[in-house]
């Protein structure tokens, strides 16, 4: 926005349903072909009313800032504070859908970096860079060998990011009012994201044990239930949360700083926090490469813990199980030195870039729509109404 343009106040808490229980109770179903509909283009009408906000047209704007307050909110979408009642359903069904495209799109690039963390590959699975190690996986192994263990991943990002992003966007709000009533809290957004991982990581773990062992080069896995029924039965249910706290250990300083960070870059690229996709995807890819470049000397040891490498054992002079961060650590440093606990650095972080970039983007997308479709609702019964 421009200079002479009008600094919006961040809102943290809902709208008031104002009687409307036909607004506040839409189906989830009504909302999901709503979106269908729009989301693949079938109405035209929705995208052209999204290219005044995208295109940054101030002088509407402005017109409409300094004409009263309900002009500004029939006109306008409250964007950060859903209409009461349809927050949570709204989060959930946004947090699924951003969480399955993001590790669909990239999942590619996960598989290569599970392989560049291997503490002793074989000769054959040892690549130099995340290009090269594509084109050989692709040449050596197939077309569709990057994809295996994809449907492992879909069914467990769904409900964990429909957790994650709902409890976030709910704890959030009750934080910040706590902290610095009205306005937005750093610390608040880290905690909200610390605890949201909890019930994330609960809940994605073990799709993680059987992606990462269908990923490792030689898997003597065919499909994702035979992987799921070896595992059970020669290890244990257990097995599926060997590395939950290292998981935690990683992914709660990991959502912490991917948090705080992502919302600070939103209060400097998009002050009037309005949905503008760029300021969005910029601010999801610079947070989560700070995020995983930090952490990845615990992203190495859950590997390690989730795919039991037999040559690692081997090598570390032990037929048993490593279980536990501690050994773990003591692993890696004992068979790599420091440097083993960045292996795979480049491909983690080339992987959370636009992994993060596409979960907010696709997140702050459906937010939106859905915000605006139920403004739409309220202004039509409020016509009725009227009548």
Known sequence: MEADGFLRRRRMTAE???????????????????????????????????????????????AQ??????????????????????????????GAVAGIMEHCLM?????????????????????????????????????????????????????????????????????????????????ANGAAGCVATLLHDAAMNPSEVVKQRMQMYNSPYRGVCECV???????????????????LTMNVPFQAMHFMAYEWLQERLNPHRLYHPGSHMLSGALAGALAAAATTPLDVCKTLLNTQESLVLGGAHTHTQISGLAQAFRTVYRLGGTSAYFKGVQARIIYQMPSTAISWSVYEFFKYAITKRQQEKRRGNQALGDK
């Open 229 to 247: 029924r070896a595992v059970w039965l020669r290890e244990g249910p257990g097995a599926f949360y060997r590395s939950y706290t290292t998981q």
């Open 65 to 94: 800032v300094h004409g009263s307050m309900d002009n500004l909110d029939s006109s306008e979408p409250d964007y950060e504070g859903l209409p009461q009642g349809a927050s949570t359903s709204t989060h959930m069904l946004a």
């Open 107 to 187: 999942f590619p690039i996960d598989c290569v970096k599970t392989r560049m963390q291997s503490l002793q590959p074989e000769p054959a699975a040892r690549y130099s860079n995340v290009l090269e190690a594509l084109r050989r996986i692709v040449r050596t192994e197939g077309a569709w060998r990057p994809m295996r263990g994809l449907n492992a991943t879909a069914i467990g990002a769904g409900p964990a990011h429909a957790l994650y992003f709902a409890c976030y966007e709910k704890l959030k709000k009750k934080m910040s009012d706590a902290i610095h009533p009205g306005a937005n809290s750093h610390l």
């Open 16 to 62: 008031p349903g104002g009687g409307e229980p036909g607004v506040a109770g839409a189906s989830a179903e009504a909302e999901i072909r709503w979106l269908g509909g729009r989301f693949l283009g079938v109405s035209e009408g929705f995208v052209g009313s999204l290219s005044p906000r995208i295109g940054g047209e101030t002088e509407v704007q402005t």
